[in-house]
């Protein structure tokens, strides 16, 4: 059974920095992607990065970009997204979502592309 895991939320002042793991298992193929979402307060889920587990390619959101890092741990069983100077407006319920087959890196991916989903991580900034 395929399953995600996400840890790592929590409560930050506005500059500060969390880790998210999003722990994965079951996997029956060595390639995937895997995505980090997040939902806002009355907002639409949006993709914010995503990862490649062959060539280790990423994607980020222009909202992101420079702030949050994507990886992958070595044996490609757990992928992470280190956020920094995080902002009141990233605050969000963030989800982590995988697929067996590789992702685009040029465009924000859509939500139903992902047929596996985490339960989410709550990441609370404030000012």
């Known amino acids: 059974q395929v399953q995600l895991v996400e840890s790592g939320g929590g409560s930050v002042q506005a500059g500060g920095s969390l880790n998210l793991s999003c722990a994965a298992s079951g996997f029956p193929y060595s390639e995937y992607c895997v995505a980090w979402f997040r939902q806002g307060p009355g907002k639409e889920r949006e993709a914010v990065a995503l990862?490649?587990?062959?060539?280790?390619?990423?994607w980020y959101a222009d909202s992101v970009k420079g702030r949050f890092t994507i990886s992958q741990d070595s044996a490609k069983e757990s992928v992470s997204l280190s956020m920094k100077q995080l902002q009141p407006e990233d605050t969000a319920m963030y989800f982590c979502a995988a697929r067996v087959a590789p992702c685009a890196t040029i465009y924000q991916p859509p939500a139903d592309i992902f047929s596996v989903w985490g339960q989410g991580t709550q990441v609370a900034v404030s000012s």
């Open positions: 990862i490649n587990s062959g060539r280790s390619s990423t």
